[in-house]
């Protein structure tokens, strides 16, 4: 019964362990700057990354990070006005200042025009160079 006891009170430990800050700790003059990026037109995987992403704002608070969410290849659909659902949702984290990126070369080879995309998305000439030179200024790239 001690053994069942202690598991118990080990288990409940680990459960309630908190996440520690890095130092410098996350701040609105240091915030963490995040990012995601989104590939595939599976509705379920843009969901799962709008889902990662409005769960990482509400852990560290919007104020306290910086976040840019890049559509490239099929995962342009997640910047398109025509799909509502995933719309509203883009819309929802733009009102928190996440910033959504589209590929131009994404958008040329499938002949998506800047009107089509959701209001307030930013293009960039290539998606992945866009990543890529995030990564260089000290950007977390987060796949879920």
Known sequence: MQKFTL????????VSAETEFAEPKPAIDNPRQIMFSIKSADDEAIHHVLSTANNVLKFYGPENVEMKIIAYYHGIKALEKKYKDIALRVEALMLLDVEFVACGNTMKTKKITEDELIDGSDIVTAGVAEMVERIQDGWVNIIP
């Open 7 to 14: 598991i118990l009170l080990s288990l409940c430990i680990m």
